[in-house]
Every structure is written in C-alpha cells, then in structure tokens.
C-alpha cells in the first residue's frame, strides 16, 4: 500500500461519493439530507484508507487553525501549577483545538520570542498564563489576536481568568468558626507590600480582604498577626515561634499559604503542642505536600483545572468577558477540631 496520504477525493471515490458529500460528512454538516448508508460509506472509506483532514488547508479556507498558543511562564514545569495546562488541554481536546505550549521562565526575552513562535503558526488566540497570580507585562500583539490571561492580569488584555480569592479568604474564616473558634485565632503571613505590588501578586489582597471580611462579620480580632516576606516554610516556623514565644499558644491559626503552614507544623510540634487537639490550623493553595502532612492539612485550593478550562472557553468565545473568577474549593482534612 502506498505511504502517500490519502486524501478528501480518495475518499469520496472509495465510497462512491461525491468529494463534496463526503466532505459534508465528514466536518459532520448538520442536514446533509445524506442517506445513513452514504455516512456509513464515508466514515467506512475513511478508517479503511487512514485518512486524516488537512488542517493547514482547511485554515487556508476557515481562518481557523484549531490551534491555540499557550504562554507561561514556569507553568509546565511546576507542579503546583500544572493544572492550568492540564485544564486547558482537557477543554482544547473537547472542541476539537490542539494547544501549543511554550515555556518562556519569565525571561522577557524569551516572552517576545514565543509570541513570534506562536504567531508564525497562525494560532487562533493566545493563553498568557503564570505560576503565582500576578500582574504581566505583555509585549505588543496584533490587535486581531484573542488573548486571555490565565492566573494573570494585563491592562491591555482584560480578558481574564482569576480564583475567586475574596470568597476563599472568608471561607477559610467560616471553617473555624463554624468548627467553634471565636477566640484565640492568629493570622501567619498578611504582608502590607506583598498586597500593594500587583507584579508579585494581583489576588492576595482580596485574600487577606476576605479573611477580614469574615472576622469583623462575625464580631472576631485575631489575637496574634506575623508578616511574612517569602511564604516559605521557613517563614512559617519563625513566625509560628515568634508567637509561641510572646505567650500562649493560639486555639486556631489562619495560614496565607500552604508552605507557611509546613513551618507552623514544626514550630508547634517542637513545643509540644498537637494539631488539630492544641492548636486548629487552615490554609490556602491544596500544594501537593498538604495531603502528606500528619494530620492532612485542610486548605481553600486553587482550583488551577478549572481555570486552565475556563481560559480556553472564554478564548474560543471571543474573548471578550473582562474578569471572570472562578470560586475555590474547600479541601478538608484533619487539621480543624471543634473548639472546646
């Protein structure tokens, strides 16, 4: 058999067809007024010969190349964030789209050359995407181009796609007083900088927003508040230690991120004191350590799936939405106990 690639007009002969119904049947025409038995010859002749269709011709002739670019900056390669891509491949296959993906490591050089690369290939829009929320520069793109920002924020680009922080931050609130805790909660990690610098995160002031929100509604002060600089766990344990230091230990604590929880764990197991039967802890992320902590850690999760989905929703519609946030899932574990 011939290694040439079979083509619309083989396959129309095959089935006895004309090339025109067969292509009809083929992009599933709704009301081709085709006899049942013309589709099956068709779609029978097409897996018989392999027969693929031309996507650069049929581009030629749509406009459309079915292919979106996707721009991140250390998105494939962190597991963290992963999830955008997985949720954007998973909703690309759905219509029929293949994503191209290319990793830039927030070199803005590297940015400028990948939107040429992408560019080059006739992409149908772009997905900006990066690892931690943030504010992105984004060089100059033809103004006929469809851009969403995925985890990310751009003047130029409105289009964009961001965990509904401000909802999460009073639920992870609501966990502790619905578990009881109305008094003795500390807060690790709310930084005054960290919230005024768009570039090094554009949702954790609505965060920290939320978690305010929810403790004046509910008539609390948190008895304890640490700033931490690098949400590391590190920053977790100094700062859980700097409170174990000034008195007692608190009855609940409020973690801005999972890492910082990791510190605050060792810090409170080095002084004797038990999670969740001491001291009741929630964060925010679900990083992948949070299920490996004795007891689980339960967090408010960055729902990265279901962003990376919405992104390539919103940019097969146009891209047209503003900001769109997606809410952010309680992960419950073990690390809350009803206050007594």
Known sequence: MSSKR????????LAGLSPTAASMILNGRPDTRLSQDAHDRVNAAAEALG????????????DKTLTI?????????????????????????????????????GDPARESEAIGAVLDRQVDGIIFATMRARELFVPDIPASTTVVMLNATN????????????????????LLVDAGHREGIALLGQNDDVEKDLFRSATVARRVAGIRGAMAEHGLEFV??????????????????????RGPAP?????????????AYQALGEAGLSIPGDVSIVSFDN??????????????????????????????????????????????????????
């Open 69 to 105: 670019g996707f721009i991140s900056d250390l998105v494939a390669t962190t597991r963290f964030a992963s999830g955008l891509i997985t949720g954007a491949l998973a909703a690309a296959e759905r219509a029929g789209h293949v994503v191209l993906v290319v990793e830039t490591g």
């Open 251 to 263: 009855r609940a604590v409020v973690c801005m991120n999972d890492r910082i929880a990791f510190g």
């Open 51 to 62: 027969y693929r269709p031309n996507v650069a011709a049929r581009g030629l002739r749509t």
């Open 287 to 340: 990083d992948e350590l949070a299920a490996y902590l004795r007891p689980g850690l339960t967090t408010v999760a960055l729902p990265h799936e279901a962003m990376g989905q919405r992104a390539v929703e919103l940019l097969l519609a146009g891209g047209t939405a503003g900001e769109t946030l997606v809410p952010m899932p309680v992960v419950a574990r073990a690390s809350i106990r009803a206050a007594h």
């Open 155 to 174: 003047a130029k680009h409105p289009t964009s796609v961001l965990p509904d922080e401000l909802a999460g931050g009073a639920r992870a609130v609501e």
């Open 224 to 245: 304890a508040e640490e700033s931490i600089w690098l949400w590391e766990p590190e920053g977790g344990y100094q700062a859980m230690r700097a409170i174990l230091d």
């Open 6 to 13: 079979a083509t619309l007009a083989d396959v129309a002969r």
